[in-house]
Each structure stands twice: as structure tokens, then as C-alpha cells.
Nanobody
Framework: QVQLVESGGGLVQPGGSLRLSCAAS????????IGWFRRAPGKEREGVAC????????LYADSVKGRFTISRDNVKNTVYLQMNSLKPEDTAVYHC????????????????WGQGIQVTVSS
């Protein structure tokens, strides 16, 4: 069964940290670039970060640069999103998906995506 499953979300205070995981199964994970996206209430979906399949190069949205780090473990078929210095405006549903990378931009390729997980930053 092909799937991407997110975990690690929850409630955290401003300034805190969370690490999201995106576990893949059912396809050749190492062949795919993976991205994280988020959607906050009343806002459009935003690409947060992505990591390539080839050399592990990464891209970040300006809103998270310097605070979030994306990484991948091709043995565990998992992509991670380490989120530090979290702000209330980071509150959203986060999901991972396979992506196409176009220079400095990335977008879901429509092949595989997860159901999403809630991250809430609040005191």
C-alpha cells in the first residue's frame, strides 16, 4: 500500500520545537523529492520546505528559513522537518508530499501525499 504518514505534531509554546516525520511506504522513496506544506485557517496552502532525491539539496520558504530544517533518511524511508523557534503564525495543518522542483520553487507532483497533521503554537 502506497502511503505517506505524518507524525510528531501537537501543541507547543511559542519559542518551542517540534520534529515532524513523514514515513513513506509502497514506492521507491529514494527516487522522489519530498516537500512539506502547511495550511493555516483562512490562508492559502504554503510550501514550507523541500528536499531533493538526488543530492539532498534543500529549499525553504522565507517565513521559516533559519528556523526549520528538512532532512531525509533513505534507509528509514522518512523525511523529517525540525521546527525550532516556533511562532503562533506557524500554527497550521502540515502535510508531506512528493514534489517537482523548478529551480527555487517546488510544487506537489500529484503522485503521493499524506493526510496532514496539526501543529498548534500557543501559550
Amino acid at each position: 500500500q502506497v502511503q505517506l504518514v505524518e507524525s510528531g505534531g501537537g501543541l507547543v509554546q511559542p519559542g518551542g520545537s517540534l520534529r515532524l516525520s513523514c514515513a513513506a511506504s509502497g514506492f521507491t522513496f529514494e527516487d522522489y523529492a519530498i516537500g512539506w506544506f502547511r495550511r493555516a485557517p483562512g490562508k492559502e496552502r504554503e510550501g514550507v520546505a523541500c528536499i531533493s532525491s538526488s543530492d539532498g539539496s534543500t529549499l525553504y520558504a522565507d517565513s521559516v528559513k533559519g528556523r526549520f530544517t528538512i532532512s531525509r533518511d533513505n534507509v528509514k524511508n522518512t523525511v523529517y522537518l525540525q521546527m525550532n523557534s516556533l511562532k503562533p503564525e506557524d500554527t497550521a495543518v502540515y502535510h508531506c508530499a512528493t514534489v517537482e522542483i523548478y529551480g527555487s520553487l517546488w510544487e506537489e507532483d500529484g503522485e503521493y501525499w499524506g493526510q496532514g497533521i496539526q501543529v498548534t503554537v500557543s501559550s
